[in-house]
């Protein structure tokens, strides 16, 4: 059974978060939620995830899972507000262990700050199958971007997190700890081996013309035009040019406060005695 999908493009962030489900009633799993984080003042607010929310309630739908493509370095996840609102349980890959354990040193986290991904209602393995209703959903591991990326399969749509963009956008980087461009070649090949009318969700959208910001593409489109990776384009030559193209990459805006809450399946650090929680900003580090 092929499913249903509204998807919300948050602008700050260039994140898509979907929600998927068999039609209005029924159960649903939401993946990749954004809560709106303000730099400069530190504020959070949940305005992209309200719109989630809204959609939920007015659909009837009942949340069963929040599911993450891999730990971002570009938003922070609105996954514990969503919890709050509309129910769900939390998942992710079973590598966000070892996320866990570069990011607790980054950090300076220390003993108190558990890598065993305890953080999450759920860590998935490859292959494990998740029912909503009458949909199934199958995780793939896809690393490369990072260890811990996993894509999400509900029948003839692929949530492919940051391993590959819209053709004419790319790829994503794989310098972040534990990133390996050889591992991403090989995890985005294994999604191009699905037929070719598979619709292919996108994490981000990054326009580089005019054209409209779009939440999917296709295998066949992808094979064929991606900038980076169609097909004839082999392992050796993708890693010579995801290298020299990561070489030159600033770091993502928000990759300091979003790991640290990310890692957290979107809790906060503790608060300190006055009632506020402080995040980390770790000089010359990455």
Known sequence: MNPAIESFFDDVTATFTHVVFEAPGSPAIIIDPVLDYDPKSGRTRPISADAVVEFVQANSLSVEWILETHAHADHVTAALYLQGRVGGRTAIGENIRAVQSAFRDVFNLGDTFPTDGSQFDRLLVDAEEIGFGNLVCRAMAVPGHTPACMAYVVGDAIFVGDTMFMPDVGTARCDFPGGSAATLYRSIRKILACPPQTRLFMCHDYPTTGRAVSAFTTVADERRD????????????????????????PMPVLILPSIQINIRAGRMPEPEDNGVSYLKIPLNQL
């Not at 991606?226 to 990459?249: S, W």
Request: proline residues 0%; charged residues 25%; without cysteine.
């Open 226 to 249: 991606n900038i980076h990776v169609h097909d004839g384009v082999t392992e050796a030559q993708f890693v010579a040019m995801r290298q020299a193209r990561d070489a030159k990459l």
